[in-house]
């Protein structure tokens, strides 16, 4: 199997994913067996000798997500974890804030949001420490969303309103368009309560 050819799996494989409304916009897949196929490649890929560091720290961060995705973050915690101490031993702040940051997500879906909370934290540290701007709003949607879940909504809202002017910036009409649906949801949820 090529390399090419699990890009194009996995490619599809992503199409299946979207953010479910009716839980705190979680990712979910509309085809998790398709997914469970994309991990299996992904994984026997992994088993090659050829793969190069780049791509498979790509490829280890999809492999993550997809577990996490299907409802098996413990997986993915073991994965992130690992590259997360991968990236502290080659001293590379980018890799350890996006670590970071796929780490929190798996944690929040393990239901642990005060691990995943404290990991958010320290990925925007991270990123005033090493004057990395462009993951900051990554991490405070990650954030807000894992606040939302506690229902500390304020804050959640705050987090959101910060990574939407961050992604104003950035101009990307996806990255835009998630934050404006998580602080839909948010506001919704407090004219709820």
Sequence with gaps: MTLDFLKKEISVAAKTVYFDQNDFLREKSNDPTLLRKTITLIEAHLNCDSVTEDKRDM?????????????????????????????????????????????????????????????????????????IDKYKDFVLQHKGKCLMELNRLNEAEQCFEAALNLRLKKEDPTLIHSTNLAIELVRSINKEK
């Design 59 to 131: 490829l280890v961060g999809t492999l993550g997500n997809f577990y996490r995705i299907i409802g098996e973050p413990i997986h993915a915690i073991k994965l992130f974890n690992s590259c997360l101490n991968q990236s502290v031993n080659q001293a590379n702040p980018h890799i350890e804030i996006v670590s970071l940051i796929r780490l929190g997500e798996a944690l929040k879906y393990n239901n642990q949001h005060q691990d995943a909370l404290n990991r958010f934290n320290i990925a925007l540290k991270k990123c005033r420490l090493n004057q």
